[in-house]
């Protein structure tokens, strides 16, 4: 017991400073699964339009990309929620779990809180155990907003609240994958990456296994997001299947506890690898230096996104014989008409990458923020580098960062489009497509920019700009949404191509308006207090 000495304290001063984003976390996916809940009721109001849409559920691509397809032979509205959709809640509890509780261990080490708290009347296993407790609070509070949320649009309650377990289970599993992981390193962004990287191979395991055999194959039971797949919520619901989670949690917890107790306070259970001792000569200059410090993030960011626009050029084929039969007022997202379907839904898959590096750039940029609130910009700016030239070369990179990823991505969906198609000239055409988004994202980048230097508090509201957009211009077409609403996000403003035209003015009057608002951000920085909170 003294090990776990004053974790209430800490449990109630972790809630305390997370009084904001933890809701922002459980509300977020909690309207976004009624969202999806009321979106497909208007999208779907008929069997006879859900049965057309669910030929699609049992494509090859879209168990790939969303889950074994149970209840789609006899589809009902709950089970294509459950099926096509559940799988991006769960991932987005996942990431919850891993910032929240890397952000109150690994993170805490590495500023050096921890080792003040523990000088104090606190046991050494009193931290990990208040944000392992925090996690537990926002997990259960993501069930009960989760489980009314969703019943209060007319889904069966029992099973809501078993689908809403099933995010819980996910999250507290990941949870315990990113304790473990923040005792391995002494870098928080490390801790977070191998734990996204876990997160990251548990879906691709799922996929491959579900392909493999009709409703998940031995293969996958490897991965606890299928664990919360086979609960079968909405079809043939059972709880069992949580107990793996549950064990998986408890498992990894105990080796956490286990390497808390065997190592020194700030220092991981792996030895850093020593650099050089002079660095070399290119990172005398702002930019390269800013690069250097993302090039682990960008690497990360690349692949993922290679090999996702491989998965989704692969699947060009399988989309189009999956939603061929489908009515017109359902293939509104996709171009309108299977006509053109293949080109819409090429035009969607960019859209979708162009939505993904601007969460890169976001977070490229907030990187700015972690090294100033670190006090390691201090040092930087106290030699010859001006303020304009440290945070220009930090969005700068961040810009650059985003570009490439768009252009891997298009080259990536592109091979993968050529293969099946056998049309080569995919390659170049999907390159330029996804190229053309980088107005839209730079604006992004230009944004997260202007609040790092107005208002450095306020940096989290930058990423309803991305996240508003990608649901507008996902589920605008289909709910019918005015204009206007579509036009108040930079990435409705792109031509889905190849689907639609190329146009240069929306391309010209949006880089305009991401140098503005990046000017406006310099400028902001440049009179403002470094670490200013």
């Known amino acids: 017991m003294t090990a776990l000495r004053a974790t209430l304290t800490l449990l109630r001063f972790t809630l305390r400073r997370d009084r904001i984003k933890l809701p922002a976390w459980v509300l977020g996916i909690a309207v976004m699964t009624m969202y999806f809940a ?51 809640l769960m991932v987005a509890a996942a990431l919850m779990n891993i910032l929240l509780v890397v952000r109150h261990t690994r993170l805490e080490e590495e500023d050096g809180r921890t080792e003040l708290v523990l000088a104090g009347v606190v046991g050494r296993f009193a931290p990990l155990t208040a944000a392992m407790l925090t996690a537990l609070v926002a997990n259960t509070a993501l069930i009960v907003a989760g489980t009314a ?88 619901p059972r709880w069992w299947p949580l107990t793996l989670s549950a064990g998986f949690a408890a498992l990894a917890l105990a080796c956490a506890y286990r390497l808390v107790a065997r190592r020194d306070i700030g220092a991981g259970l792996l030895a850093p690898r020593l650099g050089r001792a002079d660095a070399s000569a290119a990172l005398t200059n702002p930019f390269a230096l800013a690069v250097r410090l993302q090039r682990g993030s960008l690497i990360g960011w690349a692949l993922g996104l290679s090999v996702a626009g491989l998965f989704y050029g692969a699947f060009t084929e399988s989309i189009a014989d999956a939603f061929g039969d489908l009515p017109d007022d359902i293939l509104v997202i996709m171009g309108g008409s299977t006509g053109n379907l293949v080109d819409g839904y090429l035009g969607l898959m960019g859209f979708t990458m162009a939505f993904l590096a601007s969460c890169f750039a976001i977070g490229s940029v907030r990187r700015l923020r972690s090294e100033e609130t670190a006090g390691r910009a201090d040092p930087v700016l106290a030699t010859a580098t001006s303020r304009l030239t440290w945070m220009g070369s930090g969005v700068g990179a961040a810009a650059a960062g985003a570009v490439l990823l768009l252009g891997l991505s298009g080259v990536a969906t592109g091979i993968g489009a050529a293969l099946v198609t056998g049309n080569t000239g995919y390659v170049i055409t999907l390159e330029l497509a996804y190229l053309a988004h980088t107005p839209a994202v730079l604006v992004v980048a230009a944004v997260a920019a202007l609040l790092f230097g107005l208002a450095p508090k306020a940096f989290a509201l930058v990423w309803i700009l991305p996240v508003f957009g990608y649901l507008v211009g996902t589920f605008g077409p289909l709910l019918q949404l005015p204009g206007w609403v579509q036009g108040l996000s930079p990435l409705g403003y792109i031509p889905q191509m190849p689907l639609e035209s190329f146009t ?13 608002a990046a000017a406006a951000g310099l400028v902001a920085f440049h009179g403002r207090d470094v670490a200013a909170t």
């Open 38 to 88: 009321n979106a497909l009721k208007l999208a779907y109001p008929t069997e006879q339009d859900i049965a057309n849409v669910a030929s699609f559920a049992r494509s090859p691509a879209a168990i790939m990309m969303s889950g074994p397809g149970y209840g789609m032979d006899t589809p009902t509205l709950e089970a294509f929620l459950a099926n096509q959709y559940a799988l991006y």
């Open 149 to 236: 949320a969703l019943a209060g649009t007319g889904f069966d309650a029992s099973g809501s609240l078993l689908l809403l377990s099933g995010f819980a289970a996910v999250g507290m599993v990941f949870a315990a994958v990113a304790a473990l992981t923040s005792q391995l390193t002494e870098h928080a962004r490390a801790a977070t990456g191998w734990a996204g990287a876990v997160l990251g191979a548990a879906f691709v395991v799922r996929g491959v296994g579900d392909l493999a055999a009709e409703h998940g194959s031995a293969l996958s039971w490897l991965s606890p997001i299928a664990w919360s797949q086979q609960t079968r919520v909405f079809v043939d």
């Open 504 to 516: 240069a003015t929306p391309l010209v009057v949006l880089a305009a308006l991401a140098a503005v």
